[in-house]
């Protein structure tokens, strides 16, 4: 089993997925566990983002797809 705090899951052409674990942080050293919820909040900011970036690419007046015929033999 892995220590990680949060895994990345990526193969070419796919979704990438994002699985965050409860990190035991009593165990760690204060400064670590500082940088680790900055880490978190630059993560959620990313992801914020991204999302926002997605919401105004969908809001925006899309150009009309045209339709292509295909001759079927």
Do not use: W
């Amino acid at each position: 089993m892995s220590d990680t705090i949060f895994e990345v899951e990526h193969r070419p052409g796919e979704e990438v997925v994002l699985r965050f674990k409860s990190p035991k942080f009593r165990l760690l050293p204060d400064s670590t566990r500082q940088h680790l919820r900055s880490a978190r909040k630059e993560v959620l900011l990313a992801l914020r983002d991204m999302l926002d970036k997605t919401i105004e690419r969908a809001e925006e007046p899309g150009e009309k797809k045209r339709k292509t015929k295909i001759e079927v033999q």
